[in-house]
């Protein structure tokens, strides 16, 4: 069975232990870093969410797996609001796939 993991600050993965998401804390970028490497090396891993303030510092990490069915990389706002990052990742993945903006449309 496929399992959804959260990666992010303190505040920001507390509310996901209640949603039975698999929860990790990370006190930094480079934790969060190797986080994303040793979960999306379990095949049991679909989805890892990842908060908007570690996955705009490790980008390069999360581009690793851009082109993997699983796991899916989902970037959400984390503890303290949004930053945009995720939207702009969003953007980009549609552009890609679509061939054009479809969203925004600016």
């Known amino acids: 069975m496929h399992k959804i993991a959260m990666i992010g600050d303190r505040d920001s993965v507390l509310g996901f232990m209640a949603l039975g998401f698999a929860v990790y804390e990370a006190i930094d970028a480079d934790a969060a870093a190797t986080l994303l490497h040793t979960l999306a090396r379990d ?59 479809i969203l925004f449309k600016e």
Do not use: H
């Not at 049991?44 to 990389?73: C, G, H, W």
């Not at 303290?80 to 702009?88: C, F, I, L, Q, V």
């Open 43 to 101: 095949p049991d891993n679909a989805v890892i969410f990842i908060s908007e303030q570690y996955a705009a510092q490790i980008e390069a990490d999360m581009a690793r797996y851009k082109d993997t069915p699983l796991p899916a990389i989902v970037t959400i706002p984390g503890a303290n609001g949004a930053t945009g990052y995720g939207m702009r990742a969003i953007k980009s993945a549609v552009e890609r796939a679509v061939g054009a903006d």
